[in-house]
């Protein structure tokens, strides 16, 4: 699919890559390579500027996976600390007996 080394935000339709179908490696792989190439310096102003506000999309992107993972987890530490202690008061009260 890609036709080019540049990237999808310098010369592509605004919408033609929806950030949201990106999965976390995807998005923060595409971030790594837009900060090496803006750390190259070697784009014009407005290709530095497509990159930037690309980098940031990309950057808000791989926080919502993040935060969705944490919710994940949390929910999931939740659920098995409630468990354990179900299973914890339930062996006890049969040791104590």
Same mark, same amino acid.
């Given at each position: 699919?890609?036709?080019?080394?540049?990237?999808?935000?310098?010369?592509?339709?605004? #919408?033609?890559?929806? *950030?949201? &179908?990106?999965?976390?490696?995807?998005? /923060?792989? %595409?971030?790594?390579?837009?900060?090496? $190439?803006?750390?190259? #310096?070697?784009?014009? *102003?407005? &290709?530095?500027?497509?990159?930037?506000? /690309?980098? %940031?999309?990309?950057?808000?992107?791989? $926080?919502?996976?993040?935060?969705?993972?944490?919710?994940?987890?949390?929910?999931?530490?939740?659920?098995?600390?409630?468990?354990?202690?179900?299973?914890?008061?339930?062996?006890?009260?049969?040791?104590?007996?």
């Amino acid at each position: 699919m890609p036709t080019s080394q540049t990237t999808p935000a310098a010369g592509s339709t605004p #919408g033609a890559d929806p *950030l949201g &179908e990106l999965s976390y490696e995807e998005a /923060r792989d %595409e971030l790594v390579r837009v900060v090496t $190439e803006l750390e190259q #310096g070697s784009a014009t *102003l407005e &290709e530095s500027i497509a990159l930037w506000e /690309r980098g %940031e999309a990309l950057a808000r992107r791989c $926080e919502e996976w993040l935060i969705g993972a944490k919710a994940r987890l949390d929910a999931a530490r939740s659920g098995v600390s409630g468990d354990a202690a179900a299973v914890g008061t339930g062996a006890g009260a049969a040791d104590s007996e």
